[in-house]
């Protein structure tokens, strides 16, 4: 089956750097998505991986490792606001979405 | 553009009544699915739809029903509504290129009580 797994809690101070690790099994693997999702509100999207490598985008950037099943989500600078939960998920073939459990960020001053 | 609205926001059943989620959209995406999201645990499709009138089972289908009558909108029906289907409900659209989805945009929510 498809399965992502990814730790369930981080915490971090302010302006630090942090890695949310997700490594994932699954079949017909086209990319990996990350998504945040601030408590009592909606997942919104925060970027996409289809290649091999290092997207960035602001303060936030996402990795991709095929060979290894294995991608990441690193925040640089953290702030208050990026407390948060954030969750992978893989894009499958057949039209399959499959998330993972999600890690909650807590950003201490 | 409102992107995706859901209602109601939050609503109550009692176990074995029926109940419909309204999703509609208006961003002219064909690709529309319905997660539920429990306590500490990621979000699980229910059911989607690749463009109107064709609808396919997610992860977790069994106990709601879905119809694709146009591109806008997609309601979920609960049609004998239990206390496992106490969740929030997510409707989420997206614009699939190649066959892949990259980008869901996430409505909302709908918070369900089912007593």
């Known amino acids: 089956g498809q399965s992502l797994e990814q730790p369930s809690e981080v915490t971090a101070v302010e302006g630090a750097i942090v890695q949310i690790n997700c490594t994932y099994q699954?079949?017909?693997?086209?990319?990996l998505s990350w998504y945040q999702q601030h408590d009592g509100g909606a997942p919104t999207f925060l970027s996409y991986n289809a290649l091999d490598g290092l997207e960035e985008t602001g303060r936030f950037s996402s990795f991709l490792s095929r060979s290894d099943s294995y991608g990441y989500l690193l925040l640089q600078e953290l702030q208050m606001k990026d407390s948060a939960s954030y969750f992978c998920a893989a894009d499958n073939a057949g039209n399959m979405l499959t998330f993972g459990g999600g890690t909650r960020l807590m950003v201490k001053p | 553009n409102a992107g995706v609205t859901q209602t109601p926001k939050f609503h109550i059943l009692k176990t074995g009544q029926s109940m419909t989620l309204q999703c509609a959209q208006d961003m002219n995406h064909g690709y529309l699915s319905w997660y539920r999201q429990d306590p500490g645990m990621g979000l699980r499709r229910i059911h989607y739809?690749?463009?109107?009138?064709?609808?396919d089972k997610g992860e977790v289908p069994d106990g709601y029903n879905v119809s694709r009558s146009n591109t806008e909108d997609f309601p979920l029906r609960l049609e004998s509504a239990a206390p496992s289907q106490t969740s929030v409900y997510f409707c989420a659209s997206s614009y699939p290129t190649s066959g892949a989805q990259e980008t869901q945009y996430f409505g909302p929510g709908t918070r369900l009580l089912v007593l």
């Open positions: 699954t079949s017909g693997f086209y990319g």
């Open positions: 739809s690749v463009a109107a009138g064709i609808t």
